[in-house]
């Protein structure tokens, strides 16, 4: 909920820090003195639009923060998170200054953020009803979801969303095989003669480099062939290295037994490098082997070599590559000569996969429909004792266009309203006056108290036009609002006595003059005040002590107000 308001230089007001409980609170003053100020202050830091004129005489700029400590499960947190916004106190902070020149910068948590960003925390933490504007509620694409959170659709709106990820996938699967089926018919000659080509050349991964060094071994073979035979020599020759290491090892032999053991190690030296040399001399003789001269056999190299990369460059593939192409292309001739068996098996999975979407679908539109009737029922309840019993309230849920159908469901719902007799129900914003929207949108809070996720409530004058016992109903219902077990925060601007009477704070607004500039301050009021205020807004200009009777008469303790029978 709301905890904090702080507003530097915007209009009227030069400095304020609000702080702000829980429970109902409400504002009051003279006409004029600036209770509608502070509510376009909020507005500024809700995301409103930004007027230069909102910016306090003789002020470079006006700034505006309203700090906020939302449940730790709200949504707004996720908001946050996704925008990479760091909220690890709980405490949510809105900030907004506004330039003389109309500029605006918006910040979340001290962080940088646009103002869109503003308004979308602004509207999951705060509804503001008004007489001249709104949010919540009156925006059309949220009542599907109001309708949801009243009917507790949670697990038909899952069973809903998985099945709407099922079917997706299956149509995705069948129209993929499908048009590759569409490609592969198109062009089925030159698939086959493909297919046959690399049939017939069966190409192995690893293949190119296992040919081209044999071919480069193949190439050099008459200078590998003689380096060979040199060094073989040089080896095994009447003068080479193993007939000089035989010398050396028998010359060594016939002192050795007189060296006094001194000799034996290089003897044994000389005996490893006989057995090395014997060694190197074998893989000579192997390397000799694999030697291949004949040009026939170099011609088929290169050609097998050539066949192979001619084909992958056909197929814009490496020649490794070829044997995945392979596959692939048989596996496609292969779709077609089944006859479309692997086609029909999806196309069936698709369809049995739009049923059971098309099944959850239908049992959540039946719950949306049952819960709109008896939200209907429940908001006609409360509409007769805020003097709108002439009024009509009709939650209409009506089937999208296939393409608009989803994971939600195929509904579109929208709360209706005629406040005449004989006229059809239309919009809320477009058929109701300032005063019954108002008051419409309090027997909606009521009616779906805790469902929606802004926990701090907004009401400009929504008691405008009406007094006595539709007053008190009015206040009734706000302090039920604050009092119930969702915990809401109410703010309300009221003119109405009966109203204020209820609230467990007060503040009054006013206007001052200060070194010939007007001011508007807000004052928090004790008990006493409370009653002086609430007795001037009984009588006038001219307080008596009827009004101070009667004042005391409409305060009832708070935890009389709180629980107090609505009428």
Do not use: Y
């Not at 607004?509 to 010939?516: A, H, I, P, R």
């Not at 009827?546 to 935890?559: N, T, Y």
């Amino acid at each position: 909920m709301l905890r904090q308001l702080s507003v530097r230089e915007v209009v009227l007001i030069d400095r304020l820090d609000l702080a702000i409980e829980a429970g109902l609170a409400v504002l009051t003053g003279e006409t004029g003195a600036g209770k509608s100020i502070l509510l376009d202050a909020l507005g500024l830091a809700l995301g409103a639009r930004g007027d230069a004129g909102l910016v306090r005489a003789g002020a470079a700029q006006a700034t505006v923060a309203a700090a906020f400590e939302p449940a730790g499960d709200h949504p707004v947190f996720a908001l946050l998170a996704g925008q990479g916004i760091d909220a690890g106190d709980g405490m949510v902070v809105l900030r907004r200054t506004l330039g003389r020149d109309g500029r605006s910068r918006a910040f979340v948590n001290d962080q940088p953020a646009s103002v869109g960003l503003l308004r979308q925390a602004g509207a999951l933490l705060v509804e503001v009803h008004g007489q001249h504007e709104a949010q919540g509620l009156l925006d059309a694409k949220s009542h599907r979801g109001v309708l949801d959170a009243f009917a507790g659709t949670d697990a038909a709106l899952a069973a809903t969303g998985r099945a709407w990820t099922a079917r997706r996938d299956a149509a995705a699967a069948h129209t993929e095989a499908a048009a590759a089926s569409e490609r592969a018919r198109a062009d089925e000659a030159h698939l086959r003669e493909a297919c046959a080509e690399l049939d017939a050349l069966a190409p192995v991964a690893g293949e190119e480099a296992t040919l081209a060094e044999r071919r480069t071994m193949m190439q050099n073979a008459e200078r590998l062939g003689e380096a060979l035979a040199a060094a073989a020599e040089n080896i095994d020759g009447d003068t080479g290295a193993d007939a000089s290491l035989a010398m050396a090892v028998r010359a060594i032999g016939r002192v050795a037994a007189n060296a006094g053991g001194r000799l034996d190690e290089a003897l044994g030296a000389l005996g490893r490098a006989a057995a090395e040399l014997a060694e190197a001399a074998r893989a000579l003789q192997s390397a000799a082997g694999d030697i291949d001269s004949d040009p026939r056999a170099l011609e088929r190299i290169e050609e097998r070599l050539f066949a192979l990369r001619a084909v992958a460059r056909k197929h814009a593939t490496p020649v490794d590559g070829l044997p995945a192409t392979h596959a692939r292309l048989a596996a496609a001739l292969a779709a077609i000569d089944d006859g479309g068996s692997h086609l029909s098996l999806l196309a069936r999975a698709a369809e049995a996969a739009r049923s059971a979407w098309f099944a959850a679908a239908e049992t959540l539109s039946a719950a949306r429909s049952a819960a709109a009737r008896r939200l209907d029922c429940e908001i006609a309840a409360e509409l007769p004792p805020l003097r709108l019993d002439r009024a009509v309230f009709v939650t209409k849920v009506e089937r999208l266009p296939e393409a608009q159908w989803g994971a939600e469901g195929f509904d579109r719902v929208n709360f209706l309203v005629a406040t005449n007799p004989g006229v059809e129900p239309g919009p809320l914003e477009r058929v109701a006056s300032g005063g019954e929207l108002a008051r419409l949108m309090l027997a909606l809070e009521v009616v779906l108290a805790g469902k929606g996720s802004a926990a701090t409530l907004v009401f400009d004058e929504v008691d405008a036009g009406v007094g006595g016992a539709t007053a008190a109903a009015v206040g009734e219902r706000l302090a039920h609002l604050a009092a119930g077990a969702a915990g809401r925060q109410v703010l309300v601007v009221t003119h109405s006595p009966q109203v204020a009477a209820l609230g467990s704070h007060h503040w009054r607004v006013s206007k001052e003059e200060q070194d010939g500039t007007a001011l508007t301050r807000v004052l928090p009021l004790d008990p006493a005040a409370r009653e002086e205020e609430i007795a001037r807004m009984l009588s006038g200009a001219v307080i008596t002590a009827e009004a101070r009777a009667a004042a005391r008469r409409l305060m009832p303790d708070a935890p009389q107000a709180a629980g107090r029978r609505r009428s």
